[in-house]
């Protein structure tokens, strides 16, 4: 990858060994369960965290989509963060596609749920109402600096949810930054949630999918929901053998995308005219802005970034620049950056 792409960890391209590995997989009919390789996939998630199974799915939206399916019934309410991805970035699936209501409740700084909220938000047993039934959360929480949620948010979630007959899901599409920051395995979160559905295609730079785990029954209805969806992909082992080299080795470095990204932010707070505070960076996210002296604005810097030096940069729907740091975003790439933004503001 020669130009800098710094968009999303979405864009990076599968590693050399995943190309061969696609290239040698044992495949199957997986719709009749007969491929080696995705079984072979969704027995290592399931393995991983500590879940009865694993299902492969298309991407993490689909993955959202099977999980809050198998968790909820029609006229049933899931419980979301009003910055989360399941409730602004999926189409409204859960509602167009399963009959699911979503009640999106305010989160803190880095994308909590406050409990005594959820708490007051649980339906009452009243024909009116819908029937609560799950409660969401995301980690890293993409609305807030791809912050890292901690353990004890997961073990006060599993309480509310045990005290009041619900379950949990974690959108998870990219649980493995954030268990690299927490510096924990994903075990410990995983104890406390019922399903996961975990990207292979963002960080962990498979070229499509994501698996959801959880229960043999959750992942049986799972199933179910992603033949509804269309997502019963035949032989999907091509794409699977490089989702395996994700979990065994991707997981291992995303420490170095997050050194990245520090050195990113921190870099970015010597320049003129950017307004980033680099505690605020978490995991492999920077986001920042412009002071209200700059020179430019945000579209002609990126303007400039991708026409005079090959840079990509995401935007935040007008509040600021996203810069996401992956296995393609190394350390000469992050000062190419800074320079590149420092002849540009000067
Ligand atoms: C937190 C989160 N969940 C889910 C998704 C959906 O993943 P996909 O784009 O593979 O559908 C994304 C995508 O960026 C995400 O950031």
């Known amino acids: ?39 072979k996939l969704q027995a290592l998630a399931a393995e991983m965290t500590g879940k009865e199974a694993g299902l492969f799915v298309t991407s993490g939206t689909q993955g959202n989509q099977v ?23 999926e189409a409204g699936g859960a509602g167009v596609m399963s009959s699911i209501t979503m009640l999106p409740l305010q989160t803190d700084s880095i994308g909590r ?16 109402r819908p029937v609560s039934r799950l409660i969401c959360a995301e980690n890293s929480s993409g609305g807030n600096y791809g912050a890292a949620l901690p353990i004890d948010y997961f073990v006060e979630l599993r309480k509310i949810a045990d005290d009041n007959g619900l379950s949990v899901h974690l959108d998870g599409a990219r649980v493995f930054n954030a268990t ?19 990207c292979l295609s963002k960080g962990l730079c498979a070229p499509a999918g994501s698996v959801v785990v959880g229960s043999k ?19 999907a082992g091509i794409l699977a053998a490089a989702g395996i080299l994700s979990l065994t080795d991707m997981t ?46 945000e579209t002609e810097i990126t303007h400039r970034l991708k026409n005079e030096f090959d840079i ?25 950056t800074l320079s590149a933004l420092k002849t540009i503001l000067n």
């Open 67 to 89: 999980a809050l399916a198998a968790h909820c019934g029609r006229g049933e309410e899931a419980i979301v963060g009003f910055d989360s991805h399941i409730f602004n970035y």
């Open 113 to 128: 749920l406050d409990p005594d909220q959820i708490k007051k938000f649980i339906r009452p047993d009243d024909p009116h």
């Open 252 to 297: 291992q470095r995303l420490d170095v995308d997050q050194k990245n990204a520090k050195r990113l932010a921190e870099g970015l707070a010597q320049l003129p005219y950017i307004d980033i505070d680099p505690e605020k960076c978490y995991t492999n996210m920077v986001f920042f802005g412009l002071t209200e002296d700059a020179p430019l604005n």
């Open 312 to 336: 990509l940069m995401g935007g935040t729907y007008g509040a600021g620049f996203r810069a996401v740091t992956h296995y393609w975003i190394d350390e000469e790439k992050v000062d190419r």
């Open 180 to 198: 690299t920051a927490l510096g924990i395995d994903i075990k410990e979160i995983a104890q406390y949630v019922d399903s996961i559905s975990i």
């Open 1 to 39: 990858m020669k130009k800098i792409d710094l968009r999303s960890d979405t864009v990076s391209w599968p590693t050399p060994q995943m190309r061969e590995a696609m290239a040698t997989a044992e495949v199957g009919d997986d719709v009749y369960g007969d491929d080696p390789t995705v079984n």
């Open 217 to 235: 029954e959750i992942i049986y209805k799972a199933n179910r929901a992603r033949k509804m969806l269309g997502g019963g992909m035949r032989q």
